[in-house]
């Protein structure tokens, strides 16, 4: 009686206690972050809270909106900077962000002829300021470090530019209407990659990419045009499945031009400073080539219809 009592409390022992409702939302949460990469409960909140930040500084003001710009073009700068620094690229962290904030900032408030000959005054800047450290500092001129500085510059300089610039001439709501069919493209690429990704579409570049994924892109970005940046740019449903679909193709590429950086540099996110989301550059990858892209397309449609 003794013998089958121990067996009895042994076999009590070994059974798993159950699970507290705490518990169950904590391996949830962990299946979840498991196929997502990511904290995706800290991702949503952080992005609503950026994006709550973005909103309020574009419908308040243009000038607001400008300086905004700006300081996220000077954030981008200095993360990059330092992110290449893996690579023994070394670029003055505080002279690379001065370099790219100034072309959006005069851009905004000047005119894009007035930016644009201020980002190349940027990449003078960044020449000089680089050349400056060096000295200062006892370390050689390196080519690299150069052309990889006057590319950044040019890159996060202009396409910054671009946005600033659209929304000086064309206004919040058409600076809105770009932003909607970019954020369409990356949720459609999302959802529809994770539910039926099955087709790497650059496994060199960015192994979670797919096929599946890009066509959900497609149809949410040419589906957003047509009845979110159409009405918005006052152009007909069309023009905006058009601009769409360019969007589509400019938001794509600017991923995976920051994937084949970030493979380079051997860096799974350009930095950690935003929780949930690794670098900024890492969230805005799609929105930045696509912002001079949304300007062209505007000066289009403005020029035939």
């Not at 909103?55 to 905004?68: D, G, K, L």
């Not at 890009?214 to 069309?238: E, F, M, R």
Request: with cysteine.
């Amino acid at each position: 009686m003794r013998h089958l009592s121990a067996k009895s409390e042994n076999c009590l022992k070994s059974d798993p206690e159950p699970h507290t409702p705490a518990q169950r939302l904590e391996e949830m949460n962990a299946r979840v972050e498991a196929r997502a990469g990511r904290n995706l409960p800290l991702a949503i909140g952080v992005g609503l809270l950026l994006g709550a930040i973005a909103w309020v500084c574009i419908v308040y003001s243009q000038p607001v909106f400008t300086v905004f710009v700006s300081l996220v073009a000077a954030f981008c700068g200095a993360e990059i900077s330092l992110a290449l620094r893996h690579r023994d690229v070394w670029l003055p962290r505080v002279g690379m962000a001065v370099a790219v904030g100034v072309g959006p900032l005069v851009g905004g408030f000047f005119g894009g002829l007035a930016g644009l000959l201020s980002t190349f005054g940027g990449g003078v800047l960044l020449l000089v300021w680089y050349a400056a450290e060096c000295r200062m500092g006892s370390r050689p001129l390196q080519l690299p470090d150069i052309l990889w500085g006057l590319l950044t510059v040019l890159y996060l300089g202009g396409c910054t530019l671009g946005a600033a610039v659209l929304d000086r001439s064309a206004g919040a709501w058409a600076l809105i209407g770009f932003l909607i069919v970019v954020i369409a493209h990356d949720i459609g690429a999302y959802a529809v990659g994770r539910t039926f990704g099955r087709h790497p579409m650059a496994p060199t570049i960015s192994p979670k990419k797919t096929w599946e994924g890009q066509a959900g892109a497609l149809g949410a970005a040419v589906l957003a045009g047509a009845i979110g940046l159409a009405p918005l740019w006052g152009i007909p449903w069309w023009a905006g499945a058009i601009s769409g679909l360019s969007l589509m193709f400019s938001a794509t590429f600017g991923d995976l031009l920051e994937s084949r950086v970030k493979r380079w540099i051997g860096v799974k996110d350009m930095s950690s400073w935003i929780p949930g989301h690794g670098g900024l550059l890492d969230r805005l990858d799609a929105i930045l080539l696509s912002a001079p892209m949304a300007l062209a397309l505007h000066l289009i449609w403005i020029a035939i219809l």
